[in-house]
């Protein structure tokens, strides 16, 4: 009898699995070493074994990935360990600081208030946030973790973003959860864009750039940024504006 930890476990990589199709790591009918036979060969060691990740895949069938098979998919496609296995923090991207709960509050300060640079270079295992005094701070309607504030440079998104006013945003788990009418920044290839955001999509229906568009359009044209496995995209939750 499958256990619900494992259930639990073969949701997230479904979700996983998903994000990574989205990206391009994993094409499933590729010949040239993204296929599903491939990353049967990766994670299960037979090529053949294809069905089985299939059947992984199948929320109707009994079976389920294991979590030495699950450790190889993060070992191999740079999926976050403790996300995967125990369901905590985000399936890719960086790992925020911990917020603390502030001394003397019972308010916990959840949200990373960082330099726009600091951000934007950040990769998955980098410490850029270390480098810089990390604060902290809550908002009485944002729960949870995962939130992170920077200010804004440049007119590109006003009237809707203004220069100088903070933002902040949660990150979603790949191209796939991108709505419309939403202000995401993309970050990519150590840049940073606050944009409106489309996906644009090949003839398979995978999503391979994001045409970023500026709310203030007409100094600003929008332009194709490609997708790779290193974008991150966070979805813009509040604006904050000088008074």
């Not at 590729?30 to 895949?57: E, Q, T, V």
């Not at 199948?58 to 979590?67: F, M, S």
């Amino acid at each position: 009898m499958i256990t619900t930890d494992r259930r639990d476990l073969n949701d997230r990589f479904i979700e996983v699995f998903q994000i990574l199709e989205d990206r391009g790591e994993i094409i499933k009918n590729d010949r040239n070493g993204r296929g599903l036979g491939d990353f049967a060969k990766r994670i299960l060691n037979n090529r053949s074994y294809g069905h089985i990740i299939r059947a992984y895949l199948n929320a109707e069938d009994k079976r389920c990935i294991n979590y030495e098979q699950a450790r190889r998919v993060c070992s191999e496609y740079g999926v976050n360990t403790s996300y995967l296995l125990e369901g905590n923090g985000t399936p890719f991207g960086m790992e925020l600081p911990s917020a603390s709960d502030a001394d003397g509050e019972d308010v916990k300060q959840n949200i990373l208030f960082t330099s726009t640079e600091a951000f934007a270079g950040a990769s998955v295992d980098a410490d850029s946030f270390i480098k810089e005094e990390q604060q902290f701070f809550s908002l009485p309607d944002l729960f949870g973790d995962g939130y992170v504030a920077f200010p804004i440079n440049g007119n590109s998104m006003e009237p809707v973003i203004n220069d100088g006013d903070v933002i902040i945003c949660r990150q979603i788990a790949g191209v796939h959860e991108i709505k419309e009418n939403k202000i995401y920044a993309v970050r990519s290839k150590g840049s940073l864009w606050v944009k409106y955001v489309q996906p644009v999509k090949d003839k398979k229906g995978r999503v391979h750039s994001l045409k970023l568009i500026s709310a203030n359009y007409l100094e600003h044209d929008p332009w194709t940024e490609e997708v790779d496995k290193n974008t991150r995209l966070y979805e813009v939750q509040r604006r904050i504006s000088e008074l």
